[in-house]
C-alpha cells in the first residue's frame, strides 16, 4: 500500500471540501476516476479525511497559535489543508511517525503550493513536533480547545 498515494488523495478531497464545498462522497468519486487507487488506499484516505475533517477546528486553532505573524484568512488553503492533513496525524494517528507526516506534506506542498510553501510548512510542523509531548491534545480529551503551545 502506498501511503503517500493515499495522502495526496485526502489532501484533494480535503481541498475539494474546503474550498468548493464539495461533498465528501462526490469529492472522493471524482478524485478516483481521475486516479484509481487500491481499497487499502483508499480507506486509509477515507479515515485521514474524516479525521481532519472532524478535527478542523482544533487544528485550526493550533495552526492560528503557531503560525507566527500569519493569520488562517492570509495563509493559501492549499497550505491550510496540509497542515491541517500533518496536524491530524501527529497528534491523532500513533501508528504514523512524527517525521513522515511532515516530510509527505511537505512533499504535497512543493507540488501543489507555492515554492515557499514548502518551508513555511516545515517551520511551523518542526516546531510543533519539538513542542509535542502526547498522542493528542490534552484540552481535547476534556472537550476543549488545545492549546497550541503544550498541544
Given at each position: 500500500?502506498?501511503?503517500?498515494?493515499?495522502?495526496?488523495?485526502?489532501?484533494?478531497?480535503?481541498?475539494?471540501m474546503?474550498?468548493?464545498?464539495?461533498d465528501?462522497?462526490?469529492?472522493?468519486?471524482?478524485?478516483?476516476?481521475?486516479?484509481?487507487?487500491?481499497?487499502?488506499?483508499?480507506?486509509?484516505?477515507?479515515?485521514l479525511?474524516q479525521?481532519?475533517?472532524?478535527?478542523?477546528?482544533?487544528?485550526?486553532?493550533?495552526?492560528?497559535?503557531?503560525?507566527?505573524?500569519?493569520?488562517?484568512?492570509?495563509?493559501?488553503?492549499?497550505?491550510?489543508?496540509?497542515?491541517?492533513?500533518?496536524?491530524?496525524?501527529?497528534y491523532?494517528?500513533?501508528?504514523?511517525?512524527?517525521?513522515?507526516?511532515?516530510?509527505?506534506?511537505?512533499?504535497?506542498?512543493?507540488?501543489?503550493?507555492?515554492?515557499?510553501?514548502?518551508?513555511?510548512?516545515?517551520?511551523?510542523?518542526?516546531?510543533?513536533?519539538?513542542?509535542?509531548?502526547?498522542?493528542?491534545?490534552?484540552?481535547?480529551?476534556?472537550?476543549?480547545e488545545?492549546?497550541?503551545?503544550?498541544?
Amino acid at each position: 500500500m502506498s501511503r503517500r498515494r493515499a495522502r495526496e488523495l485526502a489532501f484533494r478531497i480535503l481541498f475539494q471540501m474546503d474550498v468548493g464545498g464539495t461533498d465528501p462522497e462526490l469529492a472522493f468519486d471524482r478524485s478516483l476516476a481521475e486516479a484509481p487507487l487500491p481499497v487499502e488506499e483508499v480507506e486509509f484516505a477515507r479515515d485521514l479525511v474524516q479525521g481532519v475533517w472532524e478535527k478542523r477546528r482544533s487544528l485550526d486553532a493550533i495552526i492560528q497559535e503557531s503560525a507566527v505573524d500569519w493569520s488562517l484568512e492570509r495563509m493559501a488553503r492549499v497550505d491550510i489543508n496540509l497542515l491541517r492533513l500533518a496536524l491530524y496525524e501527529m497528534y491523532y494517528r500513533d501508528d504514523i511517525p512524527v517525521g513522515v507526516s511532515i516530510n509527505e506534506v511537505v512533499e504535497l506542498a512543493k507540488r501543489y503550493s507555492t515554492s515557499e510553501s514548502g518551508k513555511f510548512i516545515n517551520g511551523i510542523l518542526g516546531n510543533l513536533a519539538r513542542r509535542k509531548t502526547g498522542s493528542r491534545p490534552d484540552s481535547e480529551r476534556e472537550g476543549k480547545e488545545p492549546d497550541p503551545v503544550t498541544g
